[in-house]
């Protein structure tokens, strides 16, 4: 049964995740737990509760003796992250073809045929930031699998935050939704192979336009693995 810390605890979690994926903190930025506990009208226990639940997400660092700080993202660990995107979520999307489950597999139709329909309205964002945000955690759970859900969730959260961080420019929203619709065809033929390559794809596409964002344009040298003509 949800008790009132617990439901102020998920209250400040879900703010403070929403906030800090969006970009609203910057790479290292300090958090003062007293004044997050007065903006979010919470005590000092169900603030700890949440703090450690973003340092399992991978979105805050806890030092001791020093702070609590947000998370920072390396180049190099954010070429690794994108990497392990790539094949996992592959994967992920191979083990969701072979044996989705129904009621989120609809849900995600829903979401990619109208995606305004499940933006927050507090969103203002280009509607693709929000879009991916939404499909990529719906579609882990799609495994049925708890224990991939969360080990996805932590590295999506890792990669969100340094695109909002670093403002990489994201595709369309058409593009994205194009990419999204192929994989859920893909899934609902029953077809692994192509559900896992749409997806690869797709996440390969995001790291690409990370190496020109930090390399410029016709080099993917330091995250495509070599130096290369674009």
């Known amino acids: 049964m949800s008790t ?7 209250v400040a979690y879900q703010t403070l995740k929403t906030r800090i994926i969006r970009g609203e903190f910057t790479f290292g930025q300090p958090l003062n737990l007293v004044d997050l506990q007065n903006r979010l009208g919470v005590g000092r226990t169900p603030m700890r509760e949440a703090l450690q639940r973003l340092v399992e997400d991978g979105l805050v660092n806890m030092i001791p003796n020093r702070g609590t700080f947000v998370n920072q993202v390396s180049l190099t660990e954010l070429k690794l992250l994108m990497e392990a995107r790539m094949e996992l979520e592959g994967a992920c999307a ?6 989705p489950e129904p009621k989120i597999l609809v849900q995600l139709e829903q979401l990619v045929d109208n995606p305004g329909a499940f933006i927050p309205p507090d969103d203002h964002r280009d509607p693709a930031y929000a879009l991916d945000e939404i499909f990529h955690p719906l579609f882990y759970a799609a495994t049925g699998n708890p224990f ?29 939704q194009d990419d999204f619709h192929q994989i859920l065809c893909a899934v609902r033929a029953r077809d692994p192979d192509a559900a896992a390559e749409i997806m690869r794809r797709h996440i390969g596409t995001f790291r690409h336009r990370i190496a020109e964002q930090f390399l410029g344009p016709g080099t993917t040298r330091s995250l495509e693995g070599g130096e290369s003509p674009g």
């Open 4 to 10: 009132p810390r617990n439901r102020a605890s998920d």
């Open 94 to 99: 191979r083990m969701v073809a072979l044996s």
């Open 148 to 176: 991939i859900q969360t080990a996805l969730l932590r590295l999506f959260y890792s990669a969100t935050l340094s695109a909002s961080v670093l403002r990489i420019p994201r595709f369309s929203c058409q593009a994205i």
